[in-house]
Protein backbone atom coordinates (compact mmCIF):
# COMPACT_ATOMS: atom_id res chain seq x y z
CA UNK A 1 0.00 0.00 0.00
CA UNK A 2 1.18 3.62 -0.93
CA UNK A 3 1.77 5.16 2.41
CA UNK A 4 2.70 8.92 1.99
CA UNK A 5 2.96 11.59 4.78
CA UNK A 6 2.32 15.48 4.40
CA UNK A 7 1.85 18.29 6.73
CA UNK A 8 -1.48 18.83 5.30
CA UNK A 9 -4.50 16.95 3.53
CA UNK A 10 -7.21 18.75 1.72
CA UNK A 11 -9.94 16.81 0.61
CA UNK A 12 -11.73 18.05 -2.62
CA UNK A 13 -10.13 19.45 -5.39
CA UNK A 14 -13.09 21.93 -6.57
CA UNK A 15 -12.57 25.97 -6.15
CA UNK A 16 -12.60 25.42 -2.40
CA UNK A 17 -9.78 22.91 -1.56
CA UNK A 18 -7.55 24.71 -4.49
CA UNK A 19 -7.84 27.89 -2.86
CA UNK A 20 -6.89 26.24 0.60
CA UNK A 21 -4.17 24.35 -0.64
CA UNK A 22 -2.63 27.31 -2.21
CA UNK A 23 -2.72 29.04 0.76
CA UNK A 24 -0.72 25.96 2.87
CA UNK A 25 2.13 25.64 0.32
CA UNK A 26 2.46 29.29 -0.11
CA UNK A 27 3.21 29.28 3.75
CA UNK A 28 5.55 26.28 3.14
CA UNK A 29 3.58 23.66 4.44
CA UNK A 30 3.90 20.79 2.16
CA UNK A 31 0.07 19.41 0.43
CA UNK A 32 -1.59 16.68 -0.87
CA UNK A 33 -5.12 17.56 -2.56
CA UNK A 34 -7.57 14.04 -2.82
CA UNK A 35 -10.13 14.67 -5.63
CA UNK A 36 -12.45 11.88 -6.57
CA UNK A 37 -12.95 13.35 -9.74
CA UNK A 38 -10.33 12.83 -13.12
CA UNK A 39 -9.89 16.25 -13.06
CA UNK A 40 -9.70 18.94 -10.85
CA UNK A 41 -12.05 21.85 -10.99
CA UNK A 42 -15.04 20.41 -8.73
CA UNK A 43 -18.79 21.12 -9.72
CA UNK A 44 -17.54 24.27 -12.11
CA UNK A 45 -16.68 21.91 -15.09
CA UNK A 46 -20.38 21.64 -15.66
CA UNK A 47 -21.25 24.85 -14.74
CA UNK A 48 -20.86 26.24 -18.27
CA UNK A 49 -22.76 29.08 -18.38
CA UNK A 50 -21.54 32.77 -17.45
CA UNK A 51 -21.30 35.02 -14.49
CA UNK A 52 -18.12 33.54 -12.30
CA UNK A 53 -15.70 35.67 -11.24
CA UNK A 54 -16.86 38.84 -11.20
CA UNK A 55 -14.63 39.32 -8.02
CA UNK A 56 -11.84 36.93 -8.06
CA UNK A 57 -10.46 37.83 -11.66
CA UNK A 58 -12.65 40.97 -12.25
CA UNK A 59 -14.31 39.35 -15.82
CA UNK A 60 -17.09 37.41 -16.33
CA UNK A 61 -16.08 33.46 -16.46
CA UNK A 62 -18.12 30.20 -17.40
CA UNK A 63 -17.35 27.27 -14.81
CA UNK A 64 -14.70 25.32 -16.79
CA UNK A 65 -12.60 28.72 -17.12
CA UNK A 66 -12.90 29.79 -13.65
CA UNK A 67 -11.45 26.48 -12.43
CA UNK A 68 -8.61 26.46 -15.04
CA UNK A 69 -7.74 29.57 -13.71
CA UNK A 70 -7.44 28.37 -10.04
CA UNK A 71 -5.87 25.38 -11.18
CA UNK A 72 -3.19 27.07 -13.42
CA UNK A 73 -1.72 28.96 -10.03
CA UNK A 74 -0.96 25.32 -8.72
CA UNK A 75 1.69 25.10 -11.30
CA UNK A 76 4.81 25.13 -9.83
CA UNK A 77 3.58 24.81 -6.17
CA UNK A 78 4.80 21.79 -4.14
CA UNK A 79 1.79 20.83 -4.00
CA UNK A 80 0.51 17.29 -5.00
CA UNK A 81 -2.98 16.54 -6.57
CA UNK A 82 -4.16 12.95 -6.33
CA UNK A 83 -7.33 12.61 -8.89
CA UNK A 84 -9.55 9.58 -9.56
CA UNK A 85 -8.64 9.09 -5.55
CA UNK A 86 -11.90 8.90 -3.21
CA UNK A 87 -11.35 9.29 0.82
CA UNK A 88 -12.91 5.96 2.26
CA UNK A 89 -11.94 6.39 5.40
CA UNK A 90 -10.77 9.53 7.73
CA UNK A 91 -9.33 8.82 11.28
CA UNK A 92 -8.87 12.69 13.38
CA UNK A 93 -8.47 10.89 16.60
CA UNK A 94 -4.65 11.61 17.46
CA UNK A 95 -2.55 14.71 16.23
CA UNK A 96 -1.52 12.82 13.41
CA UNK A 97 -4.70 12.66 11.24
CA UNK A 98 -5.21 9.11 8.52
CA UNK A 99 -6.74 9.38 5.58
CA UNK A 100 -7.47 5.84 3.44
CA UNK A 101 -8.37 6.91 -0.15
CA UNK A 102 -9.23 4.30 -2.87
CA UNK A 103 -7.48 5.34 -6.27
CA UNK A 104 -7.29 4.03 -9.92
CA UNK A 105 -3.68 4.57 -10.34
CA UNK A 106 -2.33 3.54 -6.47
CA UNK A 107 -4.78 0.86 -5.62
CA UNK A 108 -5.43 1.36 -1.66
CA UNK A 109 -3.42 4.94 -0.61
CA UNK A 110 -2.67 5.91 2.94
CA UNK A 111 -1.90 9.29 3.74
CA UNK A 112 -1.01 10.95 6.86
CA UNK A 113 -1.22 14.11 7.81
CA UNK A 114 -1.30 17.01 10.98
CA UNK A 115 -3.91 19.37 9.19
CA UNK A 116 -6.64 18.36 7.13
CA UNK A 117 -8.89 20.28 5.30
CA UNK A 118 -12.78 19.63 4.53
CA UNK A 119 -13.55 21.28 1.15
CA UNK A 120 -15.91 18.24 -0.07
CA UNK A 121 -18.97 20.51 -1.42
CA UNK A 122 -22.17 19.83 -1.44
CA UNK A 123 -24.79 17.73 -3.18
CA UNK A 124 -28.24 17.65 -4.27
CA UNK A 125 -31.57 17.15 -2.41
CA UNK A 126 -33.29 14.25 -4.30
CA UNK A 127 -36.86 13.02 -4.59
CA UNK A 128 -36.58 11.09 -1.31
CA UNK A 129 -35.43 14.30 0.31
CA UNK A 130 -38.97 16.45 -0.35
CA UNK A 131 -41.33 13.39 -0.47
CA UNK A 132 -43.08 13.88 -4.09
CA UNK A 133 -46.03 10.79 -4.10
CA UNK A 134 -46.25 9.02 -6.90
CA UNK A 135 -44.97 6.47 -9.35
CA UNK A 136 -41.22 5.31 -9.70
CA UNK A 137 -40.98 5.79 -13.49
CA UNK A 138 -37.12 6.63 -15.19
CA UNK A 139 -37.00 10.50 -16.23
CA UNK A 140 -36.54 11.85 -13.24
CA UNK A 141 -33.50 13.84 -12.17
CA UNK A 142 -31.90 16.14 -9.93
CA UNK A 143 -31.01 19.64 -12.22
CA UNK A 144 -27.41 18.85 -11.34
CA UNK A 145 -26.86 15.20 -12.58
CA UNK A 146 -28.81 16.74 -15.87
CA UNK A 147 -26.25 19.35 -15.89
CA UNK A 148 -23.90 17.14 -15.68
CA UNK A 149 -25.70 14.82 -18.34
CA UNK A 150 -26.00 17.39 -20.84
CA UNK A 151 -22.83 19.64 -20.72
CA UNK A 152 -19.84 16.87 -19.52
CA UNK A 153 -21.07 13.36 -20.94
CA UNK A 154 -23.33 14.51 -23.79
CA UNK A 155 -26.58 12.88 -23.23
CA UNK A 156 -29.91 14.41 -23.58
CA UNK A 157 -31.78 13.33 -20.80
CA UNK A 158 -35.48 14.01 -22.43
CA UNK A 159 -37.78 15.66 -24.47
CA UNK A 160 -40.64 17.50 -22.71
CA UNK A 161 -39.03 18.98 -19.21
CA UNK A 162 -40.94 19.87 -16.07
CA UNK A 163 -38.85 21.36 -13.11
CA UNK A 164 -39.44 21.29 -9.75
CA UNK A 165 -38.29 23.80 -7.25
CA UNK A 166 -36.78 27.18 -8.54
CA UNK A 167 -33.30 27.11 -7.27
CA UNK A 168 -30.59 28.52 -9.95
CA UNK A 169 -29.28 25.01 -11.43
CA UNK A 170 -33.08 24.20 -12.35
CA UNK A 171 -33.67 27.64 -13.84
CA UNK A 172 -29.95 27.58 -15.76
CA UNK A 173 -31.37 23.83 -17.43
CA UNK A 174 -33.79 25.52 -17.96
CA UNK A 175 -32.65 27.43 -20.27
CA UNK A 176 -30.18 24.90 -21.45
CA UNK A 177 -32.30 22.35 -22.28
CA UNK A 178 -34.26 25.03 -24.29
CA UNK A 179 -30.75 25.44 -25.94
CA UNK A 180 -30.63 21.96 -26.99
CA UNK A 181 -34.03 21.89 -28.39
CA UNK A 182 -36.02 20.44 -25.71
CA UNK A 183 -39.51 22.21 -24.55
CA UNK A 184 -39.37 23.10 -20.66
CA UNK A 185 -43.00 23.64 -19.80
CA UNK A 186 -43.19 24.78 -16.61
CA UNK A 187 -41.12 25.43 -13.17
CA UNK A 188 -42.75 24.68 -10.43
CA UNK A 189 -42.14 26.58 -6.50
CA UNK A 190 -43.97 25.78 -3.12
CA UNK A 191 -43.03 28.97 -2.19
CA UNK A 192 -44.77 32.46 -3.04
CA UNK A 193 -40.91 33.82 -4.26
CA UNK A 194 -38.57 32.18 -6.50
CA UNK A 195 -35.57 30.94 -4.90
CA UNK A 196 -33.32 31.46 -7.58
CA UNK A 197 -31.77 35.09 -8.89
CA UNK A 198 -33.86 37.62 -10.52
CA UNK A 199 -31.67 38.01 -13.19
CA UNK A 200 -32.28 33.70 -14.02
CA UNK A 201 -35.58 34.13 -13.30
CA UNK A 202 -35.65 36.46 -16.67
CA UNK A 203 -32.91 35.38 -18.53
CA UNK A 204 -33.52 31.85 -18.03
CA UNK A 205 -36.98 31.47 -18.32
CA UNK A 206 -38.54 35.05 -18.99
CA UNK A 207 -36.72 34.35 -22.37
CA UNK A 208 -38.29 30.98 -23.23
CA UNK A 209 -41.87 32.03 -22.00
CA UNK A 210 -41.44 29.10 -19.49
CA UNK A 211 -44.63 29.54 -17.11
CA UNK A 212 -43.45 29.84 -13.39
CA UNK A 213 -45.78 28.43 -10.77
CA UNK A 214 -44.95 29.81 -7.53
CA UNK A 215 -46.86 28.90 -4.41
CA UNK A 216 -47.23 25.46 -6.21
CA UNK A 217 -47.23 22.39 -4.58
CA UNK A 218 -45.87 18.67 -6.69
CA UNK A 219 -48.81 16.45 -5.73
CA UNK A 220 -48.01 13.41 -7.90
CA UNK A 221 -45.41 12.24 -10.46
CA UNK A 222 -47.17 10.04 -13.32
CA UNK A 223 -45.72 7.26 -15.31
CA UNK A 224 -45.02 3.26 -14.74
CA UNK A 225 -42.13 2.96 -16.99
CA UNK A 226 -41.31 6.47 -17.94
CA UNK A 227 -42.53 10.22 -16.44
CA UNK A 228 -45.63 11.15 -18.49
CA UNK A 229 -46.84 13.65 -16.61
CA UNK A 230 -46.56 16.16 -13.10
CA UNK A 231 -49.80 16.53 -11.19
CA UNK A 232 -49.42 20.13 -9.68
CA UNK A 233 -51.00 21.91 -6.80
CA UNK A 234 -51.78 25.16 -6.10
CA UNK A 235 -51.75 26.18 -2.59
CA UNK A 236 -54.00 29.46 -1.45
CA UNK A 237 -53.64 30.65 1.87
CA UNK A 238 -52.25 28.37 3.26
CA UNK A 239 -54.77 25.45 1.93
CA UNK A 240 -53.64 22.95 -0.88
CA UNK A 241 -56.12 23.07 -3.05
CA UNK A 242 -56.31 20.05 -4.48
CA UNK A 243 -59.57 21.09 -6.36
CA UNK A 244 -57.87 22.41 -8.67
CA UNK A 245 -54.74 20.23 -9.40
CA UNK A 246 -54.40 19.67 -12.63
CA UNK A 247 -51.68 17.80 -14.79
CA UNK A 248 -48.95 18.59 -17.08
CA UNK A 249 -47.53 16.03 -19.37
CA UNK A 250 -44.15 15.65 -19.64
CA UNK A 251 -41.33 13.01 -20.02
CA UNK A 252 -38.56 14.29 -17.77
CA UNK A 253 -38.65 15.98 -14.16
CA UNK A 254 -35.58 17.71 -13.25
CA UNK A 255 -35.41 18.75 -9.13
CA UNK A 256 -33.95 22.00 -8.04
CA UNK A 257 -35.03 22.14 -4.82
CA UNK A 258 -32.05 22.63 -2.73
CA UNK A 259 -28.43 21.68 -1.70
CA UNK A 260 -26.73 20.11 1.28
CA UNK A 261 -23.22 19.95 2.70
CA UNK A 262 -21.57 16.42 2.18
CA UNK A 263 -20.55 16.10 5.61
CA UNK A 264 -20.07 11.73 5.48
CA UNK A 265 -16.75 12.02 5.98
CA UNK A 266 -16.85 14.75 8.76
CA UNK A 267 -19.15 12.80 10.58
CA UNK A 268 -16.69 9.29 11.01
CA UNK A 269 -14.07 12.09 12.20
CA UNK A 270 -15.89 13.10 14.76
CA UNK A 271 -16.83 16.36 13.64
CA UNK A 272 -19.79 18.08 15.25
CA UNK A 273 -22.31 19.46 12.38
CA UNK A 274 -24.77 22.54 12.83
CA UNK A 275 -27.95 21.57 11.94
CA UNK A 276 -29.13 24.79 10.39
CA UNK A 277 -26.35 24.29 7.87
CA UNK A 278 -25.41 21.01 7.91
CA UNK A 279 -21.98 22.03 8.09
CA UNK A 280 -19.12 21.96 10.56
CA UNK A 281 -19.62 24.41 13.73
CA UNK A 282 -16.39 26.08 12.92
CA UNK A 283 -14.51 28.51 15.46
CA UNK A 284 -12.62 31.89 14.43
CA UNK A 285 -9.94 29.91 12.46
CA UNK A 286 -12.48 27.87 10.65
CA UNK A 287 -11.49 24.94 12.76
CA UNK A 288 -14.05 22.29 14.01
CA UNK A 289 -14.20 20.46 16.82
CA UNK A 290 -11.84 18.25 15.87
CA UNK A 291 -8.33 20.17 16.57
CA UNK A 292 -6.71 20.22 13.26
CA UNK A 293 -9.51 19.36 10.98
CA UNK A 294 -10.87 22.94 9.52
CA UNK A 295 -13.74 23.34 6.77
CA UNK A 296 -13.97 25.70 4.09
CA UNK A 297 -16.70 26.09 0.88
CA UNK A 298 -19.88 24.43 0.45
CA UNK A 299 -19.11 22.05 2.67
CA UNK A 300 -19.19 24.56 5.62
CA UNK A 301 -22.51 26.12 4.16
CA UNK A 302 -24.00 26.55 0.55
CA UNK A 303 -22.98 29.60 -0.75
CA UNK A 304 -24.49 31.53 -3.75
CA UNK A 305 -20.96 32.88 -5.49
CA UNK A 306 -17.53 30.91 -6.18
CA UNK A 307 -16.31 34.14 -5.81
CA UNK A 308 -16.86 34.01 -1.85
CA UNK A 309 -15.85 29.84 -1.98
CA UNK A 310 -12.33 30.99 -3.10
CA UNK A 311 -12.58 33.84 -0.17
CA UNK A 312 -13.29 32.12 2.56
CA UNK A 313 -11.27 28.86 1.65
CA UNK A 314 -7.91 31.45 0.91
CA UNK A 315 -8.70 31.79 4.88
CA UNK A 316 -9.34 28.63 6.51
CA UNK A 317 -5.81 27.68 4.48
CA UNK A 318 -3.95 30.23 6.00
CA UNK A 319 -5.42 30.31 9.27
CA UNK A 320 -4.51 26.17 8.83
CA UNK A 321 -1.03 27.16 8.23
CA UNK A 322 -0.92 29.40 11.46
CA UNK A 323 -2.30 26.39 13.64
CA UNK A 324 0.48 24.36 12.12
CA UNK A 325 2.93 27.05 13.31
CA UNK A 326 1.33 27.14 16.54
CA UNK A 327 -0.78 30.10 16.31
CA UNK A 328 -4.29 30.08 18.40
CA UNK A 329 -6.79 32.56 19.04
CA UNK A 330 -6.11 34.41 22.47
CA UNK A 331 -9.97 34.43 23.07
CA UNK A 332 -13.31 34.30 21.10
CA UNK A 333 -16.77 34.79 21.28
CA UNK A 334 -19.51 32.91 20.35
CA UNK A 335 -21.91 33.91 17.16
CA UNK A 336 -25.15 33.68 17.72
CA UNK A 337 -28.12 34.14 14.79
CA UNK A 338 -30.59 36.12 16.46
CA UNK A 339 -33.97 37.47 14.98
CA UNK A 340 -34.35 37.23 10.47
CA UNK A 341 -31.08 35.38 10.50
CA UNK A 342 -30.68 31.68 9.71
CA UNK A 343 -27.44 31.24 10.07
CA UNK A 344 -24.23 32.73 10.69
CA UNK A 345 -20.48 30.85 9.87
CA UNK A 346 -18.58 30.48 11.42
CA UNK A 347 -19.62 30.22 15.40
CA UNK A 348 -16.95 31.83 16.57
CA UNK A 349 -15.12 35.38 16.15
CA UNK A 350 -11.78 35.97 17.47
CA UNK A 351 -11.40 39.16 19.68
CA UNK A 352 -8.39 40.62 18.47
CA UNK A 353 -8.49 39.87 14.80
CA UNK A 354 -10.06 41.01 11.72
CA UNK A 355 -13.20 37.97 11.27
CA UNK A 356 -15.47 37.79 8.20
CA UNK A 357 -19.12 36.08 8.64
CA UNK A 358 -21.30 35.10 6.26
CA UNK A 359 -25.04 34.63 7.25
CA UNK A 360 -28.58 34.22 5.74
CA UNK A 361 -31.02 35.87 6.15
CA UNK A 362 -34.85 34.86 6.79
CA UNK A 363 -37.14 37.36 4.82
CA UNK A 364 -37.31 39.19 1.94
CA UNK A 365 -36.56 43.06 2.45
CA UNK A 366 -35.51 46.39 1.18
CA UNK A 367 -34.18 48.99 3.32
CA UNK A 368 -33.06 46.36 6.08
CA UNK A 369 -30.63 46.94 8.93
CA UNK A 370 -28.37 44.48 10.00
CA UNK A 371 -27.41 45.08 13.67
CA UNK A 372 -24.40 43.38 15.65
CA UNK A 373 -24.63 43.38 19.51
CA UNK A 374 -22.00 42.28 21.74
CA UNK A 375 -23.69 40.81 25.05
CA UNK A 376 -26.53 42.91 24.17
CA UNK A 377 -24.60 46.17 23.34
CA UNK A 378 -24.85 47.28 19.66
CA UNK A 379 -21.86 47.91 18.43
CA UNK A 380 -22.44 48.15 14.49
CA UNK A 381 -25.51 48.56 12.41
CA UNK A 382 -25.25 48.52 8.76
CA UNK A 383 -28.16 49.34 6.23
CA UNK A 384 -28.90 46.78 3.50
CA UNK A 385 -30.56 48.07 0.15
CA UNK A 386 -32.52 44.72 -0.69
CA UNK A 387 -31.94 41.29 1.14
CA UNK A 388 -33.34 37.88 0.35
CA UNK A 389 -32.91 34.00 1.55
CA UNK A 390 -30.87 33.11 -1.58
CA UNK A 391 -28.15 36.02 -1.27
CA UNK A 392 -25.55 35.52 0.86
CA UNK A 393 -24.64 38.66 3.27
CA UNK A 394 -21.02 38.94 4.46
CA UNK A 395 -19.95 40.71 7.72
CA UNK A 396 -16.97 42.12 9.13
CA UNK A 397 -16.02 42.32 12.36
CA UNK A 398 -12.58 43.92 14.03
CA UNK A 399 -11.27 44.21 16.93
CA UNK A 400 -12.68 47.52 18.18
CA UNK A 401 -16.31 46.27 17.24
CA UNK A 402 -15.48 43.57 19.58
CA UNK A 403 -13.37 45.62 22.57
CA UNK A 404 -16.75 44.78 25.25
CA UNK A 405 -16.30 41.43 24.71
CA UNK A 406 -12.83 41.27 25.68
CA UNK A 407 -12.50 39.70 29.39
CA UNK A 408 -16.15 38.90 29.42
CA UNK A 409 -17.51 35.74 30.54
CA UNK A 410 -18.71 33.78 27.91
CA UNK A 411 -19.43 36.29 25.40
CA UNK A 412 -22.04 36.27 22.61
CA UNK A 413 -22.22 38.33 19.61
CA UNK A 414 -25.72 38.68 18.33
CA UNK A 415 -26.51 38.95 14.29
CA UNK A 416 -29.59 40.21 13.55
CA UNK A 417 -32.18 41.95 10.54
CA UNK A 418 -35.23 43.87 10.99
CA UNK B 1 -49.26 50.87 -23.96
CA UNK B 2 -46.59 50.44 -21.46
CA UNK B 3 -44.19 47.27 -21.19
CA UNK B 4 -43.49 45.92 -18.55
CA UNK B 5 -39.69 44.83 -17.78
CA UNK B 6 -37.93 43.40 -14.59
CA UNK B 7 -34.46 45.28 -14.33
CA UNK B 8 -31.65 42.75 -13.44
CA UNK B 9 -28.61 45.18 -12.99
CA UNK B 10 -28.80 44.64 -9.16
CA UNK B 11 -30.76 42.20 -6.78
CA UNK B 12 -33.02 45.14 -6.26
CA UNK B 13 -35.19 44.06 -9.65
CA UNK B 14 -36.97 47.02 -10.16
CA UNK B 15 -39.94 46.61 -11.91
CA UNK B 16 -39.60 48.88 -14.93
CA UNK B 17 -42.57 50.63 -16.40
CA UNK B 18 -41.08 51.67 -20.16
CA UNK B 19 -43.27 53.69 -23.09
CA UNK B 20 -41.99 54.44 -26.18
CA UNK B 21 -41.92 57.95 -27.45
CA UNK B 22 -42.57 59.57 -30.90
CA UNK B 23 -39.02 59.94 -31.34
CA UNK B 24 -38.06 56.77 -30.96
CA UNK B 25 -37.14 57.16 -27.50
CA UNK B 26 -37.84 55.17 -23.83
CA UNK B 27 -39.83 56.71 -21.16
CA UNK B 28 -38.79 54.65 -18.49
CA UNK B 29 -40.63 54.86 -14.60
CA UNK B 30 -40.03 52.58 -11.44
CA UNK B 31 -36.18 52.85 -11.54
CA UNK B 32 -34.51 53.50 -8.73
CA UNK B 33 -30.99 53.94 -10.36
CA UNK B 34 -30.20 55.85 -13.87
CA UNK B 35 -28.88 52.05 -14.52
CA UNK B 36 -32.66 51.16 -14.71
CA UNK B 37 -32.58 53.41 -17.33
CA UNK B 38 -29.37 52.09 -19.17
CA UNK B 39 -30.49 48.29 -18.79
CA UNK B 40 -34.38 49.14 -20.31
CA UNK B 41 -32.62 50.41 -23.79
CA UNK B 42 -30.44 48.24 -24.05
CA UNK B 43 -33.34 45.21 -23.45
CA UNK B 44 -35.93 46.82 -25.32
CA UNK B 45 -33.98 48.15 -28.34
CA UNK B 46 -30.79 45.67 -28.85
CA UNK B 47 -30.90 43.08 -26.19
CA UNK B 48 -27.65 40.84 -26.40
CA UNK B 49 -26.95 37.74 -24.28
CA UNK B 50 -23.91 35.65 -23.59
CA UNK B 51 -24.70 32.27 -25.00
CA UNK B 52 -22.64 29.27 -23.46
CA UNK B 53 -22.95 25.76 -24.99
CA UNK B 54 -21.08 22.30 -25.37
CA UNK B 55 -19.76 21.32 -29.12
CA UNK B 56 -18.89 17.97 -29.94
CA UNK B 57 -15.19 16.64 -29.94
CA UNK B 58 -14.00 14.68 -32.54
CA UNK B 59 -13.24 10.85 -32.04
CA UNK B 60 -14.99 11.07 -28.70
CA UNK B 61 -13.57 10.96 -25.25
CA UNK B 62 -11.31 13.75 -24.00
CA UNK B 63 -9.95 14.43 -20.45
CA UNK B 64 -8.17 17.22 -18.32
CA UNK B 65 -7.34 14.71 -16.00
CA UNK B 66 -5.47 11.63 -15.35
CA UNK B 67 -4.00 10.30 -18.52
CA UNK B 68 -5.46 6.47 -18.55
CA UNK B 69 -7.64 7.51 -16.02
CA UNK B 70 -11.67 6.39 -16.38
CA UNK B 71 -13.13 9.39 -18.41
CA UNK B 72 -16.64 10.90 -19.68
CA UNK B 73 -15.53 13.71 -20.85
CA UNK B 74 -17.32 13.93 -24.92
CA UNK B 75 -18.29 17.11 -25.07
CA UNK B 76 -16.01 20.88 -25.10
CA UNK B 77 -17.18 23.40 -23.34
CA UNK B 78 -17.70 26.66 -25.72
CA UNK B 79 -19.00 30.65 -25.23
CA UNK B 80 -19.52 33.40 -27.19
CA UNK B 81 -16.66 36.10 -26.44
CA UNK B 82 -19.25 38.46 -25.91
CA UNK B 83 -23.06 39.29 -25.59
CA UNK B 84 -24.70 38.25 -28.77
CA UNK B 85 -27.69 39.93 -30.53
CA UNK B 86 -30.76 37.53 -28.71
CA UNK B 87 -32.83 37.31 -32.04
CA UNK B 88 -29.80 35.78 -33.39
CA UNK B 89 -28.82 32.74 -30.54
CA UNK B 90 -30.99 30.21 -32.53
CA UNK B 91 -28.56 30.69 -35.61
CA UNK B 92 -25.43 30.89 -33.41
CA UNK B 93 -26.44 27.72 -31.33
CA UNK B 94 -26.73 26.08 -34.56
CA UNK B 95 -23.43 26.68 -35.76
CA UNK B 96 -22.07 25.43 -32.83
CA UNK B 97 -23.86 21.68 -32.84
CA UNK B 98 -22.27 21.71 -35.78
CA UNK B 99 -18.70 22.22 -35.14
CA UNK B 100 -16.79 19.40 -34.81
CA UNK B 101 -13.10 20.00 -32.58
CA UNK B 102 -10.15 17.87 -33.07
CA UNK B 103 -7.91 17.64 -30.04
CA UNK B 104 -6.18 18.89 -28.23
CA UNK B 105 -7.91 22.18 -27.64
CA UNK B 106 -7.28 25.21 -24.85
CA UNK B 107 -8.98 27.21 -23.11
CA UNK B 108 -9.52 30.99 -25.08
CA UNK B 109 -9.24 29.14 -28.32
CA UNK B 110 -11.13 30.61 -31.48
CA UNK B 111 -13.53 27.71 -33.13
CA UNK B 112 -15.39 30.10 -34.86
CA UNK B 113 -14.00 33.91 -35.73
CA UNK B 114 -16.53 36.71 -36.27
CA UNK B 115 -19.52 35.35 -35.86
CA UNK B 116 -21.63 36.74 -39.08
CA UNK B 117 -19.51 39.87 -38.52
CA UNK B 118 -20.63 40.31 -35.61
CA UNK B 119 -17.02 40.61 -34.15
CA UNK B 120 -18.66 38.33 -31.99
CA UNK B 121 -16.31 34.83 -31.99
CA UNK B 122 -16.83 31.25 -30.38
CA UNK B 123 -14.25 30.43 -27.98
CA UNK B 124 -13.33 27.27 -26.14
CA UNK B 125 -13.74 27.43 -22.06
CA UNK B 126 -12.13 24.24 -21.32
CA UNK B 127 -9.14 22.32 -22.02
CA UNK B 128 -8.80 19.14 -23.96
CA UNK B 129 -6.41 16.76 -24.27
CA UNK B 130 -6.60 13.52 -26.26
CA UNK B 131 -6.99 10.64 -24.99
CA UNK B 132 -5.02 7.58 -26.50
Redesign the interface.
Given at each position: MKDLTFDSVVIGGGAAGMAAALELDRAGFSCAIVEREEALGGILTQCIHNGFGLIEFNEELSGPEFAEKIEERLAGTGITSFTGATVMELDASGDIKTLYCYTGAHGVMRLSARVVVLAMGCRERNRGNIRIPGDRPAGVYTAGLAQRLVNIEGFVPGKDVVIIGSGDIGLIMARRMSWIGCKVHAVVEILPYPSGLTRNIVQCLHDFGIPLYLSHLTTNIVGRERVEGVEITPIENGATRYDKAFTIPCDTVLLSVGLVPENELSKMAGVELNPMTNGPVADSMLMTNVPGVFACGNVLHVHDLVDYVVEEARRAGAHAARWLKGERPKAEARVKAGPNVRYCAPSRVDLHAANKLYMRTLIVKNDATLEVKVNNRVVKSVKKNHIQPSEMIAVELGPKDLEFAVGAPDPVVELSIS | MSEEL?C?T????CRLSVDRQPDGGLAVTGNRCPRGVKYANEELLAPR??????A?VEGGAA????P????????L???SSAAYP?QG?PEL?EAIYALRVSLPVS?GDVLIKDFKGSGVDVIA???LKRVE
Open positions: - | IICPLGRVVSATACSGNGGLCAVSRPVRKVLRTRT
